[in-house]
């Protein structure tokens, strides 16, 4: 499975992205997520959705503000990001894997990555 993630840019404060990643190969994953990394910081969790189904799940940071969507027909997975901030400016890297709902949320749940796309939000 290869993942292209694109859609980052440079973006002012309270202004909005959309973030897109393309599965091909095939999945069998469970889940498709959003992590991000920030210069000196550890990657973190952002968002992901339940490939077969709809349920989705977020970082407290970004509750309210982002809105993570799938196309199964495109198999692709996409990331509305709104009323960015500062804080919010990171590698982003889409991810694909068989997590069950104690690792949904942490990097170990997902196996394939995609390549990063930056996001700068400017102040």
């Known amino acids: 499975v290869q993942l292209q993630a694109f859609g980052g840019g440079l973006v002012q404060a309270g202004g909005s992205l959309r973030l897109s990643c393309a599965a091909s190969?095939?999945?069998?994953?469970?889940?498709m997520g959003w992590f991000r990394q920030a210069p000196g910081k550890e990657r973190e969790f952002v968002a992901t959705?339940?490939?077969?189904?709809?349920?989705?799940y977020y970082a407290d940071s970004v509750k309210g503000r982002f809105a993570i969507s799938r196309d199964r027909a495109k198999n692709s997975v996409y990331l509305q990001m709104n009323s960015l901030q500062s804080e919010d400016t990171a590698v982003y890297y889409c991810?694909?894997?068989?997590?069950?709902?104690?690792?949904?949320?942490?990097?170990?749940?997902?196996?394939?990555w995609g390549q990063g796309t930056q996001v700068t939000v400017s102040s």
């Open positions: 991810a694909a894997g068989r997590a069950i709902t104690s690792t949904r949320t942490t990097a170990r749940g997902y196996n394939y």
């Open positions: 190969g095939g999945t069998d994953s469970t889940y």
């Open positions: 959705i339940r490939w077969n189904g709809s349920h989705t």
